[in-house]
T-cell receptor
Framework: AQKVTQAQTEISVVEKEDVTLDCVYE???????LFWYKQPPSGELVFLIR??????QNEISGRYSWNFQKSTSSFNFTITASQVVDSAVYFC????????????FGEGTQLTVNP | NAGVTQTPKFQVLKTGQSMTLQCAQD?????MSWYRQDPGMGLRLIHY???????DQGEVPNGYNVSRSTTEDFPLRLLSAAPSQTSVYFC???????????FGPGTRLTVT
């Protein structure tokens, strides 16, 4: 069965600090997809990134970067030079090829960036 | 192109009442899902559909019914609301692999 663990329930940083959100997953499939979503205080779910299991390249998008390591079953998310607008709940999620469209979410990490 | 729409945005029900949460998508996706979000628990899958006429249970299906008569619509029915169903409900329309999920804005439901 698929499982996603986000061990950090809450993180609080001061603006301009770098912060890394951890995500560890479990799956028996060789083909799977990993996602990160942002949920700001307004409540909507904002898609940030998708990574396929066969593509271990790290990705950088502006201040955001993702480190995918199959050896440790981790898909960590780093925000560089954090800003107050980054304050949100961040979810990591997993879908397996065999489970199709069913997405398993981690419990989320509440990030608070203080001015 | 509206994407995924959900109605209503907010709803208060009394225990035992019934209601239907509406979800519609205009992306012609075969896959759709319903999730509920409770504090500290992330999102959990209630029911999902892989095409018109085909539905199946997710992780927390009890107390909910679904049907999928058209590709566009995937309503979620609460037959007899209970306070444990107080939650935020998200509908998702999902692309073919790699299963990118497009979420609606959510419905905040309170059962008293």
């Amino acid at each position: 069965a698929q499982k996603v663990t986000q061990a950090q329930t809450e993180i609080s940083v001061v603006e301009k600090e770098d912060v890394t959100l951890d995500c560890v997953y479990e799956t028996r499939d060789t083909t799977y997809y990993l996602f990160w979503y942002k949920q700001p205080p307004s409540g909507e779910l904002v898609f940030l990134i998708r990574r396929n299991s066969f593509d271990e390249q790290n990705e950088i998008s502006g201040r955001y970067s993702w480190n995918f390591q199959k050896s440790t079953s981790s898909f960590n998310f780093t925000i560089t030079a954090s800003q107050v607008v980054d304050s949100a709940v961040y979810f990591c999620a997993l879908s397996e090829e065999t489970s199709g469209s069913r997405l398993t979410f981690g419990e989320g990490t509440q990030l608070t960036v203080n001015p | 192109n509206a994407g995924v729409t959900q109605t209503p945005k907010f709803q208060v029900l009394k225990t035992g009442q019934s209601m239907t949460l509406q979800c519609a998508q205009d992306m012609n996706h075969e896959y759709m899902s319903w999730y509920r979000q409770d504090p500290g628990m992330g999102l959990r899958l209630i029911h999902y559909s892989v095409g018109a006429g085909i539905t199946d249970q997710g992780e927390v299906p009890n107390g909910y019914n679904v049907s999928r008569s058209t590709t566009e619509d995937f309503p979620l029915r609460l037959l007899s609301a209970a306070p444990s169903q107080t939650s935020v409900y998200f509908c998702a329309s999902i692309s073919a692999p790699p299963f990118e999920q497009y979420f609606g804005p959510g419905t905040r439901l309170t059962v008293t």
